[in-house]
């Protein structure tokens, strides 16, 4: 159902967000130059960090339930409105060649579809029901997650699609910006960053924007390190395709195994340009076919794999 909260309502309920608060001390800010404004945002960017540490707890189990159900080939879904649903489809998009994902694992949603991602679609981040038919497309199971995404936490476009996701059995979480909001009191896992007022009120892109991005990057990275696509801090779950991997693969096994170069070469080679796989060839000193198999029942884990081997 498509939002039709009164005018007055709506501003009334926009007015007791910590998101849309006015701050009278800055009320000249257009009149400073342009190095103090600078100073002034720079300073309040420095306490988004600090906003994120104090959820620490719920963030880390909420990556605990994500990774859980994408070792058993679920997918991680974002679902947002405006800078939030950009947030969310920049960190989907950015797993593939990152963490050599199929792009259908990590997802990201939009209001308004994939136009709105450079331009505003108006009305589209009311409706519950857009929500609802965009998820209805990747046929949701219990399996998947579905992370709601709003600044202000009360965006019927998010709320929808937690609420559609949980009713499909999905782990849900709710990422918001203010404290007590619908979006997280609808999700199984609600995570509210309260970054306070914007230098700029209302303009949820700065302090809250950030907050976001930073929420996300945990949500996605420490996902995958929990799914084996790292070694230590190396990204080794990468194959070099094109001049650029093949360079940064031939790094990333040197890093790993202290090898030499006509060593690296071969490994890679024998295993096709798989990372993970010629690390486990060097280390473990066994062929590429035997590297595949020792990965493929360790469920891709490299440790895992050179434990085996003793």
Known sequence: MTSTSHPRD??????????????PELADIDRLPTLDIARLMNGEDATVAGAVAARLP?????????????????????????????LGILDASECPPTFNTDPSRVV???????????????????SRDLARAD???????????????????RTPYAIGAVEYARARGCLTIGLACNPGSPLAAAADHGI???????????????KSGTAQKLVLNMLSTITMIRLGKTYGNL?????????????????????????????????LTATDGEVKNAILTILAEVDGPTAARLLEESGGHLRAALAAVG
């Not at 709506?10 to 701050?23: D, G, H, M």
């Not at 339930?65 to 649903?85: F, I, K, N, P, S």
């Not at 998820?135 to 936490?153: C, E, H």
């Open 192 to 206: 509210e960053i309260v970054v306070g007022p914007e230098l700029l009120t209302g303009s949820t892109r700065l």
């Open 10 to 23: 709506l501003r009334t309920e926009l007015e007791s967000l910590t998101t849309e608060a006015f701050r």
């Open 58 to 86: 719920q963030i880390a189990a909420a990556i605990d339930a994500v990774a859980e159900r994408m070792t058993r080939g679920g997918r991680l879904v974002y679902a947002g409105a405006g800078t939030a649903g950009r």
């Open 135 to 153: 998820l209805d497309a990747l046929a949701p199971t219990p399996d998947d997650t579905v992370v709601g995404i709003s600044a202000s936490g």
């Open 235 to 267: 990204m080794v779950d990468v194959r070099a395709s094109n001049d650029k991997l093949r360079a940064r693969s031939h790094r990333i096994v040197a890093l790993a195994t202290g090898a030499g170069d006509k060593e690296i070469e071969e490994a």
């Open 108 to 126: 990201g949603l939009i209001a308004g579809g994939p136009d709105a991602v450079v331009t505003s679609v108006e009305g589209a981040e009311d």
